[in-house]
Every structure is written in C-alpha cells, then in structure tokens.
C-alpha cells in the first residue's frame, strides 16, 4: 500500500471512529459537524473549490483567531489539499494544526490531525529525489509517531489515533518507539467501549516488542470482541507459532480457507519471504478450503525434505520471521546500491542478513570481529554435508559506496567488505580463518597460490549468495557428530513400485551403548526423503532399529543396518540422517538414486554389492538371502557378491547378462578393456529376472572402477546398469 493510499483510509476511514469517541470541550452537534466535514473533503478531487474554501476560512478566521474548532477545520482543508499534491509538504496544515494543539492541548483530535499532517509531509519527503540520504522522512514520522501518542494521553479512548500511532511505529520499525507505542495501546485498550481494531493494533504492536503472550491476549480480545476472524486467526498463529504452539496450526489452516482479502494478503507476503515465483502462482490460483490444503503441502513438503515432523518448518518459518524483523530491522527509507553489492533485495523491511535468517535460520558460526579501518561485519557459516554456505555482510561505506551505517548487505568476499582496501591485510583475513583455512592460504600461500585461494574463497561467497537467496532450509543439527556412510540401493519390485534399501555404516568413535540385560543396545533413529531436491518428496521414512551385542562396539567395528523405502520410476535425489540418542547424528550427503521401471520395457534394477562381514542382510524370497554394503571401498583379492534384478523379460525367452568391470580413467573416463568380464545365458520363467553372481577381484589393483551390467536378448538392445566402485589395498 502507499503512503498515499495509507493517508487516505486514515482519513476517510478512521474519522469514521470518531463517532464513538469524545472530545473534550465539544459538544455532540461540534463532533457531528466536524465528522460530516471530514467526510464531505474526502470526496473532493479538484483542488480549486479547496483553495477558495481554503481562503475564505482564513478570512473567518482573523475574527476568532483562538477558535479552536476553526483551525482544525482549516488544517484539515489544508491537508486534504496536500494529499491532492496542491502543497505536498503539508505545511500549512501543519501551522494550522499546531496552533490548534496549543490553544486546545486537552483536545486529542489536534494532536492527531496534527500527526496526520506529519505523515503527510512524510511521504512528501520520500518522494523527492533531490532529498539526499537513506533516513529521508524517518524524523518527520518520528514526530508523528510523538503526536499521536499526546492525542491518546489527552484521551485514552480516542480510537484513530491509537490506530494510527500503532501504523507509524510499526512502519518505523525502530524497537526503541515500541515500547511507548505499547504503553499508549494499553492505555486505549483499557478505556472503556474499546473496538475492536484497537485490540489488533495493540496486538500486533506487542509481538514486535517481543511481548508474546501479551501479543496473543490482545488477539484473543479481539476476535471476542468481534473483529474479523480469518484475519484474527492469522494474526493469533504468527504468534503462538512463533512461540513453538503447535496447537496454533489449526488456527493457521482455518484462516487461510476463508476469502477475507486482508487476511490472504497476509498470507501471501508470509509465504513470498522463502516462496518461488511458481508457488507463489499456485497459492494466487487457489481459493478457500483449496487455499488451506495448498499451504498445508506447502510447509509439510518441506518438513519431509528436511527430515522433521509434521509442523516444524511451519513453526520454525514464524519463530524466524519474528526474529529477523526485532534484530535486522532496516530503520531506512531507501537503499542505494553500488557495484560491491552482491544482492539486491529490494526490500526495506529487513536487511540482507533478514533474508538469509528467514530462509536458513541460526548460522553455525557467527563472526562479528573488529578490524581497524573496516565499517561494521558480520560473516555466518552454515555446516552443510554438500558443503558449507559462508555470507559475509557489510554495512557502511567507503570509497567504492555503500548504505547506511545499519544497513548489512551481502558482499562476495571477505575483501569486499567496506574499509577493506584500509584495513591491514593480515589482521583482515586472519578474522575469518576459524571459517576455512582458505583465509591462512590467501595470506600465507605464494602469489600464484594465493591468488588461486582468493578466487575459491570468491566463489564460495557468489555460490553462497546463489543458493542462500533463492533456497530455504531447516537443516538438522546434532552437538556431536557420528561417523556414517549409506547408500542407497533400488533393487527388488513391490506392488507399488522399488525397493530402496537404504544401508548404512555408524563408526565406533562418539557411540555409547545403553546397557541392557547381559548386553548392550543401540538405538538408532533413521530418517531419509527421496524426491526432487527442493521439493515434492516421493518417499519418506523414520523409524529406529535397536541393535543388541554382547559388547560395546570395538574399535574398527561398524554397526551395519537397513530401512526400506517404496520408490516410484525416476531419477530422485535423496539424503538420510542417522542419530544416536539425543545428541549424537548425522545428516548425510545428498545423491541421486535412479529407479528403474517394473515393465514392460526391459529393465535392469540398481545393482546390490555385499561383502561377507561388512553387509547388511535382505531375503527377497525365503529361499535366497542378499548382501547389501554401504561402502563402495573394497580390499584387494575381496570376493564381492552381487545381485541384480531384470524386469520386463518375457517368459521362456532367452537373454544374455554380460557383467564386466572397468578401471576408470581421469575424472570420467573408463579404460576400453575390462579387467574382469563374466557372461552366461538363461531363458526367463516369468517378468523377472533374478540373477546373482560373484566378483573376484584377486588380480584387480588398487583404483576406482566401473561395475557394468548389460542385459538383453539376442540381437535386441540391452538394459545397462553401472555402478562405481574403489579398490583399496588389504591394510587401508
């Protein structure tokens, strides 16, 4: 909404309230008479007819020069002029109004009107671009924000002006206006007859001052006193879903299946902080009860993707959005950007610090050091298992520009910040290296290499920025780490689809058992999601497998499971987290799985490799037992099984399965001969193909290598399946 706009409901809107309100020293027929002419000047576009009312009262006035009722009128006609852009700094309404203050400072209404004219001079202010600096019309609202507060000290009931002081400071954005700003609402709340609106005003005011249960008493009185109630209950879950309620997902849901305009206003710029442009198409598509369902597989997709429980993300998302407004506010008018900014938000709500918050949430590392000759700085690292994101942030300026002093904005190096071109190198560079040894290197290291070091450490900052402005995340975070591998195998038809084995690896180091009867256990939380990687997840699981040994688990020794997933056709990216009691996990590395079809077309299933000792068990008949491993590191001379499934054979035809392993050559690249083949013939009993075979690998030297799997008929075009895999010495 604009300035203008926001004006103009005050105005036309909110004079509406004085009808329930007194003001001291006027009777009922001067109140009347004053509402019914604010009215009347709200209809009026043309300026000339103002001008010579404008005139005329002027003249009216010299005869009763301390005719407060007459100024007020006059200061009205002198705004609504500037509202129509006649005398856009509104300064004669200003004269006009203070006067009016002076002669009558027990009358709220002049004290508001007189705010209304500061606002008004405000957002003329704003708009002239000839006005230089980044606070352009913050002191004028400042003092509006003071006027409005006089007017409820000369009467706590007067509604308009509760509700436009609780507009300015909000838009302020300044913590230190909150708490006068929440003494007066309380104030207002208090009188007697209060409306409704003045209990969402103070509601909201109370949240941004960190005052949450008062926050949500205030929203609960005003759906009792019969507010809107979609809005209501919007304004009720912000708050008690920031605060971590659970509970308030019901009210969330319910506001968000009505058609109340205001109330899906709010939820559309709730959801456009982390939302793509094509979500944000889809909720815009969406109405009523389908609008709640879309939200609710909005927030529970990311729950998925992110491992959590049904609810989290949403609560996290408020908890995030309420933070980042108390401690990143932006206390600005405008932004200025310059050639060292890396983002352009556009935003002047929160700063570029903000926006990485609400889409990522608490940064591992948080780094806030000085340095001699730099302007403020921040640098966060987030841990994450497909490597870390680092931002640094900057506020200030220096020769190449800037913003204002409070303003942090994302830059891509560490010798972007501002001042970094007069702070001394090594000081600079050695601030950060508890991030990445990349700094020690871009200081210690040759020309050559440090040059080399300061454009990965460049990179990382512009991949950062990519990912951290266009992403969002609630990544799992354990306080000890468990050392773990998994793999993720498709192999072995259900009714419904794939089987993904899921088999993991948990190392010895950090594990401690819980006692049991003559034994040891260990319970082991296992959660993993496949689908598309941001979004859309099409298999999820979290379950706990308890392992019981005679002992605690040796040094060398691995605690080997597997968990089942139902897979649909297709390539997904899937990750897993493994935890060991409260406090100990690990989430891993994201891959891609692709899950081969069930028929017709010929097919072959990802292809499971086991090792005697080191593998987890799967009997896909009761007759046959698989080995499946988590490693792909297997010791020179090792007999490696392996097991793979054809689908879409037809029975009684004959097919050729040809297995062969290549050493890799370079980063991609295979070596044209194979150091190990082995080919046999069979003809089909039914749609599938079960094949197992063994792979000696005694005169197979140490490398990376190629598992690959053709089978077809004869003369026909083969299914291919591949699998990499590396060979280690029998001491590694």
Excluded: C
Aim: aromatic share 6%; hydrophobic share 40%.
């Amino acid at each position: 909404m604009t300035e203008d706009a926001r004006l103009g409901g005050i105005l036309t809107g909110l004079l509406l309230a004085l009808q329930v309100s007194s003001l001291d020293g006027q009777t009922i027929a001067d109140r009347a008479a004053l509402v019914a002419f604010s009215d009347s000047l709200a209809t009026v576009p043309d300026t000339v007819p103002l001008r010579a009312r404008e005139r005329t009262m002027r003249a009216a006035l010299r005869a009763q020069p301390d005719s407060g009722q007459a100024l007020i009128r006059l200061g009205l006609v002198s705004l609504r002029l500037a509202e129509l852009g006649a005398t856009p700094n509104a300064r004669e309404a200003v004269k006009a109004f203070t006067r009016a203050a002076e002669q009558r400072p027990g009358w709220p209404f002049a004290w508001y009107a007189l705010g209304l004219a500061e606002m008004q001079r405000s957002a003329s202010e704003q708009r002239d671009r000839l006005a230089l600096g980044n606070r352009v019309g913050l002191r004028t609202l400042e003092r509006a924000a003071t006027r409005h507060r006089r007017a409820i000290q000369a009467d706590p009931s007067f509604v308009p002006a509760a509700l436009a002081l609780a507009g300015v400071t909000l838009g302020l954005r300044d913590t230190a206006l909150m708490e006068p700003a929440v003494a007066a609402l309380r104030r207002a709340g208090e009188a007697t007859g209060a409306p409704a609106e003045v209990f969402l005003a103070r509601g909201r005011l109370e949240r941004a001052a960190g005052n949450g249960d008062s926050a949500r008493a205030a929203f609960e009185r005003y759906l009792t006193a019969g507010g809107n109630r979609p809005l209501g209950y919007l304004e009720l879950a912000r708050t008690r879903l920031a605060g971590g309620d659970a509970q308030a997902e019901r009210l969330y849901y319910a506001g968000a299946a009505s058609e109340d305009s205001a109330a899906v206003a709010g939820y559309r710029a709730d959801l456009a902080v982390v939302a793509a442009d094509s979500e944000l198409v889809q909720f815009d598509r969406s109405r009523g009860p389908e609008r709640a369902q879309y939200l609710r597989r909005f927030w529970t997709n990311r729950d998925r993707i992110e491992m959590r429980a049904t609810g989290e993300r949403l609560r996290e998302h408020y908890r995030r959005l309420l933070h980042a407004r108390r401690h990143f506010a932006l206390t600005v008018s405008r932004r200025f950007y310059g050639l060292a900014d890396a983002y352009r938000s556009g935003g002047i709500e929160i700063d570029d610090r903000g926006v990485i918050y609400v889409r990522h949430g608490e940064p591992t590392r948080r780094l806030r050091p000085f340095v001699f000759g730099l302007m403020p700085n921040e640098s966060w690292q987030f841990d994450r298992a497909e490597g870390d994101l680092v931002f640094h942030f900057s506020s200030g300026w220096d020769a190449n520009g800037g913003g204002d002093l409070y303003d942090y904005r994302l830059v891509e190096s560490v010798l972007d910040l501002r001042g970094a071109g007069e702070a001394p190198e090594d000081q600079l560079l050695l601030s950060r290296q508890t991030i990445s040894n990349v700094y020690v290197r871009m200081l210690n290291w040759g020309r050559f290499g440090a040059a080399r070091s300061r454009a990965r450490e460049r990179g990382l900052g512009q991949a950062s920025i990519a990912i951290g402005t266009t992403t969002d995340s609630h990544e799992l975070t354990f306080a000890g780490t468990l050392g773990a591998v998994a793999d993720l195998v498709p192999v072995g038809a259900t009714g419904t689809g794939t089987i993904g084995h899921l088999v993991f690896a948990i190392a010895e180091p950090g594990t401690n058992p819980v006692p049991a009867a003559g034994a040891v256990s260990y319970p082991v939380r296992v959660r993993a999601v496949a689908g598309q990687r941001e979004s859309h997840p099409v298999a999820h699981l979290d379950t706990t497998l308890v392992f019981r040994l005679a002992k605690p688990l040796g040094r060398g020794r691995h605690l080997i499971g597997r968990v089942e997933l139902q897979l649909p056709p297709g390539v997904w990216t899937w990750r897993a987290a493994l935890q060991l009691g409260d406090s100990l996990g690990v989430v891993l590395p994201r891959d891609t799985v692709r899950v081969s079809g069930t028929g017709p077309a010929l097919s072959v299933s990802g292809l499971a490799l086991g090792v005697r000792g080191a593998s987890a068990r799967w009997m896909p008949t009761p007759e046959d037992t698989v080995l499946l491993t988590p490693f792909d590191l297997f010791r020179e001379g090792s007999e490696v099984e392996l097991y793979y499934e054809s689908a879409g054979t037809l029975p009684g035809a004959p097919y050729r399965h040809e297995i062969a392993v290549f050493r890799r050559k370079g980063r991609a690249g295979v070596e044209q001969r194979p150091v190990v083949t082995l080919g046999f013939d069979e003809r089909a009993a039914g749609p599938v193909l079960r094949s197992r075979r063994v792979l000696q690998l005694g005169k197979v030297e140490p490398g990376r290598y190629l598992v690959e799997v053709r089978v077809g008929t004869p003369g026909g075009k083969p299914a291919v399946r591949r699998r990499e895999v590396q060979v280690i010495r029998p001491d590694s």
